[in-house]
């Protein structure tokens, strides 16, 4: 007997893809003002940096929005 399996892992889903799915549509669900506020919240900002001989070169700053 196999262990029963998540159904976003069965669905092909890593958590992180579940987890943002789920969270988008609670923050659509919102009234405003809260939900505008939530929405602001959704942006993603990251630095990308890429190694060299041991040393890490300049980063590169991303600013992403998620997925719709």
């Known amino acids: 007997m196999s262990a029963p399996m998540p159904f976003w892992r069965a669905a092909g889903m890593t958590y992180i893809t579940y987890s943002n799915i789920c969270a988008s549509l609670v923050r659509n669900c919102l009234k405003e ?6 929405l602001s919240r959704e942006k993603v900002h990251f630095a ?21």
């Open 33 to 38: 003002p809260h939900k505008s506020e939530a």
């Open 48 to 68: 990308i940096s890429t190694w060299n001989q041991g040393k890490a070169e300049k980063p590169v700053i991303r600013s992403d929005l998620p997925e719709e």
